[in-house]
């Protein structure tokens, strides 16, 4: 549980890493990072070391970050399966989701959305059902697999502004726990 592209962990520590992830061909590794700039130059670096059960991944709690973070990631994808003829997972968390996001320029090119609120013991940023409403319909429209992970701390807060909304695409939304197919 920790961002496996910080500056402070060695390419030698990465190399060991993703040999072991590897190995492990019976377990799926979701490698989420804020640093996509150095997730994008050691695997372009270390293609081989890339196999089918390490999904990739980065955060993008705003709009900046998700044309930031998601275009290398989408990049990432077409080099690798260009180069290595290597077909991986990519996703976003849009964790926490601190506004409303267009996903539309990368969404065909996802393979798995996750949204939630944040968790900062009773200090999180409310995130909008809107917002969420919309993300879950860029996935439905283009069958992206879209995982609700949770309001965050202000769920009480939330459900309360949530007055005449159709109750059940909100029950719809938060039991959504969708998976990229293989």
């Known amino acids: 549980m920790s961002d496996t592209f910080h500056s402070q962990i060695s390419d030698n520590h990465l190399k060991m890493l993703f040999n072991l992830m590897g190995a492990r061909n019976d377990v799926t590794f979701q490698v989420l990072t804020k640093r996509h700039m150095r997730m994008y130059s050691f695997l372009i670096e270390f293609k081989e070391l890339i196999t089918p059960n390490i999904w990739l991944g980065v955060t993008a709690e705003n709009q900046a970050m ?21 077909d991986i997972k990519i996703f976003v968390s849009c964790e926490p989701l601190l506004e409303n996001l267009n996903l539309s320029k990368y969404i ?15 200090k999180g940023r409310t995130m909008q059902y809107e917002w969420v409403k919309d993300i879950y319909s860029q996935c439905q429209k ?17 459900k309360l502004s949530m007055q005449g909304i159709d109750n059940n695409l909100l029950h719809k939304i938060e039991n959504t726990k969708e998976f990229p197919k293989d």
């Not at 065909?108 to 009773?122: M, R």
């Open 66 to 86: 998700v044309d930031e973070r998601v275009d290398w990631l989408v990049y990432l994808k077409q080099e690798i399966k260009g180069f290595a003829d290597k």
């Open 142 to 158: 283009t069958q992206t697999p879209f995982f609700f992970k949770q309001w965050g701390d202000c769920e009480k807060k939330i």
């Open 108 to 122: 065909d090119k996802l393979d798995w959305v996750i949204v939630g609120g944040e968790k900062a013991h009773k």
